[in-house]
């Protein structure tokens, strides 16, 4: 089993930032990718960013790239997101997953364990 814990949103303004933490405990050596996703009211769950746990490759949403970054902490077992120039339309909760297989970083049925999201409110 593998824990997550999200932490680091709240209510902003447009063009803010924000940093996104998640701590992972529990099975974490098993690992191959953490992600993070995103809910807006009335949609589906997206993905936006992920990061494999072993060499640091990253993954983003054409919708993020370029105004957000996600890294990690193996020692502390933790990875965070970024988020500059916020807009509006990036208002959702937003979910730290973790992946213990490879293939396609974006596909939300590859990831095994979620966190319990953090709301993410950019006001105009």
């Known amino acids: 089993q593998v824990q997550l814990v999200e932490s680091g949103g709240g209510l902003v303004q447009a063009g803010a930032s924000l940093r996104l933490s998640c701590a992972a405990s529990?099975?974490?050596?098993?690992?191959?990718?953490m992600g993070w996703f995103r809910q807006a009211p009335g949609k589906e769950r997206g993905f936006v960013a992920a990061i494999s746990w072993s060499v640091g490759s990253t993954y983003y949403a054409d919708s993020v790239k370029g105004r957000s970054t996600i890294s990690r902490d193996n020692a502390k077992n933790m990875v965070y997101l970024q988020m500059n120039s916020l807009k509006p339309e990036d208002t959702a909760v937003y979910y730290c997953?973790?992946?213990?297989?490879?293939?396609?970083?974006?596909?939300?049925?590859?990831?095994?364990?979620w966190g319990q999201g953090t709301q993410v409110t950019v006001s105009s």
């Open positions: 529990g099975r974490t050596s098993s690992t191959y990718t």
């Open positions: 997953a973790t992946s213990e297989f490879p293939g396609a970083p974006d596909r939300g049925n590859l990831y095994g364990y």
